[in-house]
C-alpha cells in the first residue's frame, strides 16, 4: 500500500528531473531558447494529472485543471519579476523576489472564485504584459561563453536533487483540496530549478534570456490547462487529455515557426 501511495509522487520527482536536466543541458550548449522551450513541457504537470483522476471525480480534476490555469499567471508573474532583476542584481535577491511574487499572487488567487473566461483573460494579461516589460531583452542567441567544464556527477545530482524537491511538494500536498492541489501543482519547481543551475553556468543575461522565452511558451501551458478543464467533464479524462497535449504541442509548433521567421532568442 505504501508503495501505490507514493507512486504518483515518484514519478512526477523523475519526470521533473529528467526536465530539468534536459532543459539545462540545452540552455548550456545551443542557447536560452531551447531550455525555456523543454522547460514549458508538461512532463511534471502531466504525470500530476493523471494521477489526479486515477484518484478522484471529474468534477476535482476539472476544478484542479482551473486553478491551474489562474495559477499558470502566477508562474508569468515569477518569471517577470525575476527577468527584470537577474542581470543586476544577486541570485537570492532575484530569485527570492520571483519566489515571493508567486506565493503574494497564489495567496489572491486562492480567493477568486474562477471561471473558463477570467482564468484565461489572467494568463494573457500577465503574459503580454511581461512580454512587453521583458521586450529590451536582446533577441539574439546567446550561447555559452567561457562555459565551466561540467564535472561528471553533475547532471546525476541536479536529477536526485530536483527529484527529492519534487518528493516533498508532492507528498506533502497529499491531504489539500482541488483548488489549493491545482496551485500546489504548477507549483515553479522547474523554473526555480533551473534558474539556480543556469545562473551559475551560463551567467544573468543570459538567464534574462531564458526568462523571456519561457514567458512566451508557458501561455500555450495555460491554454492546455484550460482545455482539460473545458474537456473532462463532457469527454472524459482521456479524450480531454489528449485534446490539452495537442494544444500544448500546437503552440510549441507555433512558436518554432514563429522562431523560423523572427528570431527570438
Same mark, same amino acid.
Given at each position: 500500500?505504501?508503495?501505490?501511495?507514493?507512486?504518483?509522487a515518484v514519478?512526477?520527482?523523475?519526470?521533473?528531473?529528467?526536465l530539468?536536466?534536459?532543459a539545462?543541458?540545452?540552455?548550456?550548449?545551443?542557447?536560452p531558447?531551447?531550455?525555456?522551450?523543454?522547460a514549458?513541457?508538461?512532463?511534471?504537470?502531466?504525470?500530476?494529472?493523471?494521477f489526479?483522476?486515477?484518484?478522484?471525480?471529474?468534477?476535482?480534476?476539472?476544478?484542479?485543471a482551473?486553478?491551474?490555469?489562474?495559477?499558470?499567471?502566477?508562474?508569468?508573474?515569477?518569471?517577470?519579476?525575476?527577468g527584470?532583476?537577474?542581470?543586476?542584481a544577486?541570485?537570492?535577491?532575484? %530569485?527570492? &523576489?520571483?519566489?515571493? +511574487?508567486? $506565493?503574494?499572487a497564489?495567496? @489572491?488567487?486562492?480567493q477568486?472564485?474562477?471561471? !473558463?473566461? /477570467?482564468?484565461?483573460?489572467a494568463?494573457?494579461?500577465v503574459?503580454?504584459a511581461?512580454?512587453?516589460?521583458l521586450?529590451?531583452?536582446?533577441?539574439?542567441?546567446a550561447?555559452?561563453?567561457a562555459?565551466?567544464k561540467?564535472q561528471?556527477?553533475?547532471?546525476? %545530482?541536479? &536529477?536526485?536533487v530536483? +527529484?527529492? $524537491?519534487?518528493?516533498?511538494? @508532492?507528498?506533502?500536498?497529499?491531504?489539500?483540496? !482541488?483548488? /489549493?492541489?491545482?496551485i500546489?501543482?504548477?507549483?515553479?519547481?522547474?523554473?526555480?530549478?533551473?534558474?539556480?543551475?543556469?545562473?551559475r553556468?551560463?551567467?544573468?543575461?543570459?538567464?534574462t534570456?531564458f526568462?523571456?522565452?519561457?514567458?512566451?511558451?508557458? %501561455?500555450?501551458?495555460?491554454?492546455?490547462?484550460?482545455?482539460?478543464?473545458?474537456?473532462?467533464?463532457?469527454?472524459?479524462?482521456?479524450?480531454?487529455?489528449?485534446?490539452?497535449?495537442?494544444?500544448s504541442?500546437?503552440?510549441?509548433?507555433a512558436?518554432l515557426?514563429?522562431?523560423?521567421r523572427t528570431?527570438i532568442?
Amino acid at each position: 500500500m505504501s508503495a501505490v501511495l507514493w507512486l504518483p509522487a515518484v514519478v512526477r520527482a523523475l519526470a521533473t528531473a529528467l526536465l530539468v536536466v534536459m532543459a539545462s543541458a540545452l540552455a548550456e550548449s545551443v542557447g536560452p531558447f531551447w531550455g525555456a522551450f523543454v522547460a514549458s513541457m508538461p512532463m511534471s504537470a502531466g504525470p500530476t494529472y493523471v494521477f489526479l483522476a486515477m484518484q478522484h471525480e471529474p468534477d476535482f480534476v476539472a476544478a484542479s485543471a482551473l486553478s491551474s490555469c489562474a495559477a499558470n499567471a502566477a508562474a508569468g508573474l515569477f518569471l517577470i519579476v525575476y527577468g527584470l532583476q537577474a542581470s543586476n542584481a544577486p541570485l537570492w535577491k532575484s %530569485l527570492g &523576489a520571483a519566489l515571493a +511574487a508567486w $506565493f503574494a499572487a497564489c495567496l @489572491v488567487i486562492r480567493q477568486i472564485d474562477w471561471t !473558463p473566461i /477570467t482564468a484565461l483573460l489572467a494568463n494573457l494579461v500577465v503574459f503580454g504584459a511581461g512580454s512587453l516589460l521583458l521586450s529590451v531583452v536582446p533577441r539574439t542567441d546567446a550561447p555559452p561563453v567561457a562555459l565551466l567544464k561540467r564535472q561528471w556527477y553533475e547532471l546525476p %545530482l541536479r &536529477a536526485i536533487v530536483v +527529484a527529492l $524537491f519534487v518528493t516533498l511538494v @508532492v507528498g506533502t500536498s497529499s491531504m489539500l483540496g !482541488p483548488d /489549493t492541489t491545482g496551485i500546489a501543482a504548477v507549483f515553479p519547481i522547474i523554473l526555480t530549478s533551473l534558474i539556480v543551475i543556469l545562473r551559475r553556468r551560463i551567467g544573468g543575461a543570459a538567464v534574462t534570456l531564458f526568462a523571456a522565452n519561457a514567458l512566451r511558451s508557458m %501561455l500555450g501551458f495555460g491554454l492546455m490547462l484550460l482545455a482539460l478543464h473545458l474537456a473532462i467533464r463532457p469527454w472524459g479524462f482521456t479524450i480531454a487529455f489528449l485534446l490539452a497535449l495537442t494544444v500544448s504541442a500546437s503552440w510549441s509548433g507555433a512558436m518554432l515557426a514563429l522562431r523560423t521567421r523572427t528570431p527570438i532568442g
